[in-house]
């Protein structure tokens, strides 16, 4: 099958971890030939020829013309569309609203679901986006929301979602479907990465913790204070890497550690993914490269702000919130993640056995009976 992926392109290294889980599963099962992919946040992307234009608002523009002239596009070409794991569902008060994402409407209502032709579409790795602490009643009391998250899943051909709070908020609409684990854990597989033999401690930080607030009450000058602390105490235990996603991560490091390692490759998944295989253990608030880490036997501790660093605990791994973080817990807090430095890789791999046999049984029953 032709395939084509709604991700993101040289954006965020965790999205390619996701995608080349997927993308692994899928060609294990032998329905992989020939892969596509579309820029979500600039839906345009999805045109040929038009890869480059990675504004928003020009895709606004521009795409309803492309559609008029029929110009040659990746949705209406494929054999099979899948959203390549990523928060699907979130629901706040005053905004934003997963009603209103980019690429659902122009991407899946207007060019998929109006020419279907039988052909499958599958929402992989679906994940929430909610404060912390949430019990995803926000999005009970939000019909847009709700009728949006009712529409997108009775599109779909299979949803497989990859944490409990996006199985909750699925429930609170009426729907439901399988969680499992995120599809990064298999990105290793793709590439025949294995691990290698621990050389250093991988911290990482962002401000307030993560990408959003949401309203809720984190003192950001505390994290800072508070991660410093953490690089203070994996210092002690050997050579120490700060892992940054981004280069306002590398400008944070370069401010709060300035005498640690660095280690940044923009847009280089799978130089991140070797980076990784090499990691005695971490404490990060990025929860993919938690989840690129434990993949290859590495444990870690997601420190985090919204409902996606819960994700960890599906490979039974520690997530905290940012703003419940003690100056008095932090030495127990790394001292737990590093007395399974020599254990977790057995937990690990009993976690990803498990779970590929359940997504290849899912998938093989969805594509090929």
Not at 119 to 127: D, K, V, Y
Not at 234 to 252: D, F, I, P, Q, T
Not at 299 to 326: C, K, T, W, Y
């Amino acid at each position: 099958m032709r395939v084509t992926l709604i991700t993101t392109i040289a954006h965020n290294v965790g999205d390619d971890f996701v995608r080349e889980g997927i993308l692994h599963l899928l060609d294990s099962i032998g329905v992989l030939d020939g892969i596509e992919f579309i820029h979500k946040h600039s839906p345009i992307t999805a045109v040929y020829g038009f890869e480059k234009y990675r504004s928003y608002r020009v895709s606004r523009v521009l795409d309803p013309t492309t559609r008029v002239l029929r110009l040659r596009d990746r949705v209406s070409e494929t054999d099979m569309l899948v959203q390549s794991g990523a928060p699907v569902y979130w629901c706040h008060p005053g905004g934003p609203h997963c009603a209103d994402n980019e690429w659902f409407d122009p991407l899946v209502r207007k060019r998929f679901l109006s020419d279907r032709r039988g052909r499958a579409l599958l929402n992989i790795a679906a994940g929430s986006c909610q404060r912390y602490h949430s019990d995803g009643s926000e999005i009970s009391s939000c019909r847009r929301c709700g009728d949006y998250v009712r529409e997108f899943f009775d599109s779909c051909t299979l949803t497989i979602l990859r944490d409990h709070l996006a199985r909750t908020m699925l429930n609170r609409v009426g729907r439901d479907a399988k969680i499992l684990p995120c599809t990064s854990i298999f990105a290793r597989d793709r590439f025949g990465l294995m691990p290698q033999p621990g050389e250093f401690v991988v911290i990482n930080c962002m401000e307030n913790g993560g990408h959003y607030t949401f309203g809720q009450a984190i003192d950001g000058a505390r994290w800072r204070r508070q991660f410093q602390q953490i690089a203070q105490l994996v210092r002690k235990m050997g050579r120490v890497v700060v892992a940054c996603h981004s280069k306002e991560e590398e400008r944070l490091a370069q401010s709060l550690v300035p005498d640690l390692e660095r280690f940044l490759v923009p847009n280089d998944h799978l130089e991140f993914m070797k980076f990784y295989a090499r990691a005695r253990f971490g404490v990060v608030n990025r929860v993919h490269a938690g989840f690129m880490m434990a993949s290859f036997g590495k444990p870690v501790v997601v420190i985090g702000n919204d409902s996606r660093a819960r994700m960890i605990e599906s490979l039974s791994l520690q997530s905290h919130f940012v703003g419940d973080i003690v100056s008095s817990s932090i030495e127990d807090l790394v001292e737990s993640v590093n007395a399974r430095e020599r254990s977790y890789s057995d937990e690990i791999d009993a976690i990803r056995s498990k779970s590929r046999k359940e997504y290849l049984g899912v998938l093989e029953t969805t594509l090929l009976h």
